[in-house]
Structures are given as C-alpha cells and as structure tokens.
C-alpha cells in the first residue's frame, strides 16, 4: 500500500542547554548540531524505516541536499522532493539536560507549496492510497480537498496548531494522530477522556490516537478505546519522537488493522528515539524496535 506523506523539510539547528532560555534571558550553549528534520521529513524516515512504502512530496531550498539524502538512505521515494529558488525550511531547538525541547520555525521552503506542486504530485496517486499530512507546509486545505475527491485515505498529525488548520476541512481526515496539547486546541477540552469524547462528536467519521507524554497513548475509533504505557527510558533527546511515533503506528497499523499492536510497536520505537540525539537521525530501524519488544515481552512474561 502506498502512502503519499506531503510534508516540511527542515535544517534542525540544536542547541544544548541547561535549561530552556526565560525572557529576557542570554545564555551560551554548550553545543550546535546541525541534523535533518522537519515532522514531514521526520515521519517519513519512520515509515520507511517501520517498513511502510512512502513517497515524500514536499520543497526544499539549495541548501536541502542533506534533507533529500537522508530520506533517500531511509528508503523513502524522493522522485516528489523538488527545489525551490526559496531556502530549505529551518528549526531554531533548543534541548535541556532532562531531553526536554522548545522550537522555533521558519519556514522557508515549505511554505512555497502551490497548488500547481500538489496538483503535479496528487496526479500520481489514486483511490486507496493514503495521505499523511502535518501542519507546517501552504497549501493544506487544498491538498485535502483534492486527495479527497480522488478517494485518497487522510491521515492528519495536527502539529504544530495554528488558524490556518481551522480552515481545512477536517471532516475529511479518516485519522487523526495528534497530541493532548492539540487535542485541546481542537476540542476545547483537557482530561483525555474528554478530548476524545467532544472530538468523536466534531469528527465521527474518524479514528483517533491521542499521545499523552508519559502517560502514553489512546486509540478510539467510537466503539472502543486502547491504552498503551510508556516504555521507560533515560531521555537523551524528546525531538522528534512523536515524528516516529505517528510513522510506526501507522506503518503497523495499516499492516496488521490491529490498533493495540501498532500503539505498542509506536510506544516502542519511541521510546528507542529519546534515547538517541536529533529527529530523524534518532529514528530507529525496524530491526531494532522488534528486537526490543521481544525483549519487553520476554521481561512481561518472566514476571
Ligand atoms: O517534531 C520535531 C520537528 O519539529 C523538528 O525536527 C523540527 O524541524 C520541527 O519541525
């Protein structure tokens, strides 16, 4: 099955800190990495790399041959990667010692996707195929509306919020992977079990999987809900790991149909990535994550 992931592309620029910079405040850092990222590229690489058949279609400037490279190492189709005369998207990140992040956009590229681009793109696809899309490219509402008069299937991970995802059509997504913080901005409501009620009554065509930090993940389809923990881990680095979380449910989930299964197999790989530096460089392979869960299984079993 194919997935078309329609997203940004970004020259995550980290910096480490003791802690996040309050206002007013200047701070020197004890280090500059610069990775690729971007939730588009980054959840790219964690289909690829889950084993998922992905194409990216999305913009990078001249200076993006690090964020095309790496999503063709990962495995992911590049051939809807193109150049505008716009610089590559970057992110300004801030990393604390416990892991924890603070980022600033600018979106460079990412906001040059034109109707002409996704009419060139959508082309190419056709009912059946499925569309994932995150929030920091233009053009979002139109892409919606064609892929689905096409018969595409919309997954939405609504990240970052902002007004211009309240103009979309939301009614058209089939799934939606989104956080407890965009859970509220789009519910209104703050406890989980509310989010997903009042998101139920807004969308009731649509599956949902709501992440929760550390108290984990939901996923609700109307008929019944599924809870998965944690995996506990000493955090290196938070970013990104949402990014991988979306690609491996999505890449188990659409395989199996089996919704518990692919929030364990997310929570896994997860888990994987904060332990590591950076976005996409932390994704792990597919090989590493089935090991670890039957580690896991070994240790639920023993007990
Ligand atoms: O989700 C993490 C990503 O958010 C970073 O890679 C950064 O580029 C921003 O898009």
Redesign the pocket.
């Known amino acids: 099955m194919r997935i078309l992931n329609f997203g940004?592309l970004?020259?995550?620029h980290t910096y480490r800190v003791p802690h996040i910079a309050a206002p007013g405040e200047t701070m020197t850092s004890q280090s500059l990495e610069i990775r690729?990222?971007?939730?588009?590229?980054?959840q790219s690489v964690a289909l690829a790399r889950a084993g998922a058949e992905v194409f990216h279609a999305g913009l990078v400037g001249v200076d993006g041959d690090l964020l095309r490279a790496v999503c063709e190492e990962s495995g992911v189709d590049t051939r809807f990667i193109c150049t505008s005369d716009v610089r590559s998207?970057?992110?300004i990140?801030q990393v604390d010692d416990s892991g924890q992040?603070c980022?600033i956009?600018y979106p460079g590229a990412n906001r040059a996707v034109d109707e002409e681009f996704a009419d060139k793109v959508l082309e190419f696809f056709a009912a059946g195929d499925y569309l994932l899309l995150?929030n920091?490219i233009s053009s979002l509402s139109y892409i919606i509306d064609k892929a689905w008069e096409k018969g595409m299937k919309i997954i939405l991970n609504p990240?970052?919020m902002d007004g211009r995802l309240r103009k979309c059509d939301l009614e058209k997504v089939w799934l939606f992977i989104l956080n407890e913080v965009e859970g509220e901005q789009l519910s209104g409501e703050k406890d989980p079990d509310g989010i997903l009620r009042v998101m139920r009554q807004m969308y009731p065509q649509a599956e949902i999987v709501l992440t929760l930090g550390a108290q984990g993940s939901l996923y609700c389809n109307g008929e019944w809900t599924v809870r998965q923990e944690i995996f506990p881990v000493e955090t290196v680095d938070t970013?990104?790991?949402?990014?991988t979380f979306t690609g491996y449910f999505i890449t188990e989930y659409l395989d199996s149909g089996d919704p518990a299964k692919a929030l364990r197999t997310a929570a896994m790989a997860s888990a994987i990535a904060v332990s590591a530096k950076g976005?996409?460089d932390a994704v792990p392979e597919i090989g590493e994550v089935q090991r670890r869960l039957e580690e896991q299984e070994r240790y639920e079993t023993k007990r």
């Open positions: 940004s970004n020259l995550d690729p990222g971007g939730k588009g590229l980054n998207g970057n992110a990140i992040n980022i956009l995150q920091e990240s970052p970013t990104g790991a949402g990014d976005a996409a």
